[in-house]
């Protein structure tokens, strides 16, 4: 009855780059199973039967109607008398809704030989047409018959709370907001409804945010001319240095981040102009090679995209050196601010370019 639902990496990688918070969501779950049932008639049937009950509680009803009736057809089912389905578990309720569909597919109103050329909004127009079938269950016969892959429903309570808690949200999101959240998710809002579930799931409202489960690391804050700054090591290494607005965790100072506050010091009065810390760079092979490149260029200078790209041997790949630039995750130690564009134009600092401004004048008073 059942089959996997295929996601394919590309997939996973499109939404990943969709948004901060859901690349963290995607990397702290890993991989999704999920099955689907493509038979449709079975299909509706079985989200009845699950409609606002406990997963627990509507499999065990599930699999007693699933041995009494046998083969799942509308036959079958306006064929077995109401006392019997009753005694499978079955509300008076949701027996109804059932046979609802069962007549709407037996006399034709309702045939899913031409679902594939419908539209998503098409297909749930047909379907809560039938007494019993709202929008939330048609939104789900999308996802675990169809497989469509672009569904996310607002009327699911599990998603609005997933939202809530991955974003910070201080009450459930509004239609509005919720659709924001679709429209950045798009065309992998069913993926994001997987990831989503398993908010709930794994039972992560016990953490404050998503940066809580994911944190294995040590923390340092410091405060400075442009901002808090928040420095993470791993091992000994200096891994991230960032610029945040709030302090999220608790410090757990190690000797790598006590000496990192001091150098950054030294740095923000003037005093020091290179770092000498242990790092640990995080990148492919060509953004390693970038971020190396750029530890090069002195206190107090810069240099274009271009001439990293020479520096490197690649004189054409300016625009894959912009990139690796923004995704530098050791700000000011890896000094990314010093690299400009072509014209001298302060063009893209992850941190901001005020800041970008900043530290370049600061440099160039002390230089």
């Given amino acids: 009855?059942?089959?996997?639902?295929?996601?394919?990496?590309?997939?996973?990688?499109?939404?990943?780059?969709?948004?901060?918070?859901?690349?963290?969501?995607?990397?702290?779950?890993?991989?999704?199973?999920?099955?689907?049932?493509?038979?449709?008639?079975?299909?509706?049937?079985?989200?009845?039967?699950?409609?606002?009950?406990?997963?627990?509680?509507?499999?065990?009803?599930?699999?007693?109607?699933?041995?009494?009736?046998?083969?799942?057809?509308?036959?079958?089912?306006?064929?077995?008398?109401?006392?019997?389905?009753?005694?499978?578990?079955?509300?008076?309720?949701?027996?109804?809704?059932?046979?609802?569909?069962?007549n709407a597919v037996k006399s034709e109103e309702l045939d899913f030989s031409n679902f594939s050329n419908l539209s998503d909004e098409e297909i749930i127009e047909k379907l809560v047409k039938i007494k019993g079938i709202g929008v939330w269950t048609a939104e789900m016969f999308l996802i675990f018959s169809l497989n469509r892959k672009d569904v996310m429903s607002y009327k699911?309570?599990?998603?609005?709370?997933?939202?809530?808690?991955?974003?910070?949200?201080?009450?459930?999101?509004?239609?509005?907001?919720?659709?924001?959240?679709?429209?950045?998710?798009?065309?992998?809002?069913?993926?994001?409804?997987?990831?989503?579930?398993?908010?709930?799931?794994?039972?992560?409202?016990?953490?404050?945010?998503?940066?809580?489960?994911?944190?294995?690391?040590?923390?340092?804050?410091?405060?400075?001319?442009?901002?808090?700054?928040e420095i993470q090591s791993y091992e000994g290494k200096i891994i991230s240095l960032d610029f945040v607005k709030e302090r999220k965790y608790d410090e757990t100072l190690e000797p790598v981040l006590e000496e990192a506050k001091k150098q950054l010091r030294d740095y923000f009065d003037?005093?020091?102009?290179?770092?000498?810390?242990?790092?640990?760079?995080?990148?492919?092979?060509?953004?390693?090679?970038?971020?190396?490149?750029?530890?090069?260029?002195?206190?107090?200078?810069?240099?274009?995209?271009?001439?990293?790209?020479?520096w490197i041997g690649n004189k054409n790949a300016s625009r894959a050196i912009g990139n690796a630039n923004n995704k530098n995750k050791i700000a000011i130690i890896i000094p990314c601010h010093r690299v400009v564009g072509s014209n001298g134009k302060l063009i893209g600092y992850e941190g901001g370019l005020w800041r970008k401004k900043w530290l370049l004048e600061h440099e160039e008073r002390h230089f």
């Fill in 156 to 229: 699911d309570l599990g998603l609005r709370k997933g939202v809530q808690w991955l974003y910070n949200m201080k009450k459930e999101p509004t239609k509005e907001q919720f659709e924001k959240y679709k429209k950045k998710f798009s065309p992998y809002n069913t993926l994001a409804s997987f990831y989503l579930w398993e908010i709930t799931i794994n039972n992560y409202f016990k953490y404050d945010n998503i940066e809580k489960v994911n944190l294995k690391n040590n923390v340092a804050y410091m405060e400075s001319s442009i901002g808090i700054i």
């Fill in 1 to 102: 009855m059942y089959k996997k639902i295929i996601i394919d990496k590309s997939e996973i990688k499109g939404l990943r780059n969709k948004d901060k918070k859901m690349r963290m969501l995607i990397d702290s779950i890993g991989e999704i199973d999920r099955e689907y049932i493509p038979d449709s008639f079975i299909a509706l049937v079985n989200s009845i039967v699950f409609q606002q009950l406990a997963y627990k509680a509507a499999i065990s009803i599930w699999n007693r109607f699933e041995e009494f009736i046998g083969e799942i057809t509308p036959e079958n089912i306006l064929n077995t008398r109401f006392e019997d389905l009753r005694k499978c578990g079955l509300s008076t309720t949701k027996i109804h809704y059932i046979n609802n569909i069962a």
């Fill in 270 to 310: 003037g005093k020091r102009k290179a770092f000498d810390l242990p790092l640990k760079i995080n990148g492919t092979e060509f953004q390693n090679k970038v971020w190396v490149e750029l530890t090069k260029i002195p206190y107090g200078e810069t240099q274009s995209y271009k001439d990293i790209a020479i």
